[in-house]
């Protein structure tokens, strides 16, 4: 059957998803938001999709046959477990929710009504984590050992005051935010070992001091100085995986740092040849040995909009699994693995030393 989609939750991503849908040929008939507004204006932007007054409205649709859940983190599970129980396919933005013991209960609802669902990890899809992913495949890297990954920003706390920086709503601060994105990426590279250790840290320097924030701009607009920031604004771990693999992780939403001194994107030691790329980038070298020399191995790529190109690929997948039941992007077993490394984090930190991951 053709797909076509719903979107609960009309905000900055949801709108992302309704480009992404028009640019493949889905039609996107109707959304759900909380906020009257944010549906009216996505009914406006999007002909065709009905601005819903219940989430029930719209899982109620029967010629919608699958959703794009893009609301706060908080209401993840909730939304994605009754979407499923409507027999929809759902596509889950990052991250898949706020803790383990939630995902499970999204994994047994998936279980119980043979559901299909795609996780949002974006990173995956882009010309160079697929480029590297292919060479890594083809045997070019050898055995990876270690993945750094890094992102990095001097001012970028999203939303300061709003849901971003509250964490009965976001679950924590860059690590939950960013992190996902680059763990699951690490992870994915690596061929999916199963993470056993981590320490971690977390810090809170920034986003806490409201007023006192000096920004030139900010994702999810202006602070709200009445607003709520009690997560952390910085995070590094080292994670130890099946294997030997070892992760280090380091995620930022401000700092007192030159962006242009640190390195955003991931860097692969394997035992034959590596790499440091940047996720959205197209410029990079695989540096290997050949002919008996120290080498560099230089991927070109089309031309064209590199964002699309990841989005783009997301769909493909995601509609190949709608339609024909092919495996998804990512699934609910690699949420659930990030997830359970955000937690050991989280816990490291609080407790300050090496935590197993449950
Ligand atoms: N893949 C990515 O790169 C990426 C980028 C940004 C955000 N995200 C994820 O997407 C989700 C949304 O982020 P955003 O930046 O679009 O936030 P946003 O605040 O711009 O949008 C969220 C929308 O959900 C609505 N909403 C809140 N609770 C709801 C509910 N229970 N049912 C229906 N609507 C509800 C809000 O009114 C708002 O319009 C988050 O989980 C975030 O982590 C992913």
Request: with cysteine; proline share 4%; aromatic share 6%.
């Amino acid at each position: 059957m053709a797909m076509n989609l719903g979107i609960i939750g009309a905000g900055a991503i949801g709108n992302v998803h309704a480009e992404t849908a028009r640019r493949a040929g889905i039609p996107v008939l109707g959304c759900w938001d909380v906020n009257p507004a944010k549906g009216a204006a996505f009914e406006a932007r999007h002909p065709g999709a009905k601005a819903c007054r219940s989430v029930d409205e719209l899982l109620a649709m029967r010629e919608v046959d699958s959703v794009v859940v893009a609301v706060p983190n908080v209401d993840h599970a909730e939304v994605a477990c009754r979407a499923l129980e409507a027999g929809k396919t759902v596509f889950l933005e990052k991250p898949m929710a706020m803790s383990v013991a939630e995902c499970d209960r999204i994994i047994a609802t998936l279980d119980r009504t043979k559901g299909r669902l795609q996780m949002g990890f974006v990173s995956r899809s882009t010309p160079a984590s697929r480029a590297v992913r292919h060479f890594i495949d083809e045997g070019t890297f050898g055995r990876i050992y270690h993945v750094k990954c890094s992102l990095y920003r001097r001012r970028g706390v999203p939303g300061l005051g709003g849901w971003f920086t509250t964490k009965a709503m976001s679950g924590g601060g860059p690590l939950i935010d960013l992190g996902v994105h680059v763990i699951d990426l690490a992870l994915h590279l690596a061929g999916s070992p199963r993470p056993q250790r981590v320490s971690g840290a977390t810090y809170a320097n920034f986003g806490r001091r409201m007023g006192g924030y000096v920004h030139t701009n900010m994702w999810a607009g202006p602070p709200r100085l009445d607003g709520t920031c009690d997560v952390e604004d910085h995070a590094t771990a080292l994670i130890r995986c099946e294997g030997g693999l070892t992760i280090e992780a380091n995620v930022t939403w401000a700092m007192n740092v030159d962006e242009k001194h640190v390195s955003n994107g991931m860097t692969v030691f394997g035992d034959k040849g590596g790499c440091f790329f940047p996720i959205f980038g197209k410029q990079f070298a695989i540096a290997t040995e050949a002919g008996g020399k120290v080498a560099d191995l230089v991927p070109e790529f089309a031309s064209g909009n590199v964002e699309h190109d990841a989005w783009d690929e997301q769909y493909r997948m995601f509609r190949a699994l709608a339609e024909r039941g092919e495996r998804p992007h990512a699934d609910a077993a690699a949420g659930r693995r990030v997830q359970s490394i955000l937690d050991a984090v989280y816990r490291s930190s609080a407790e300050g030393r090496e935590v197993e991951v449950e």
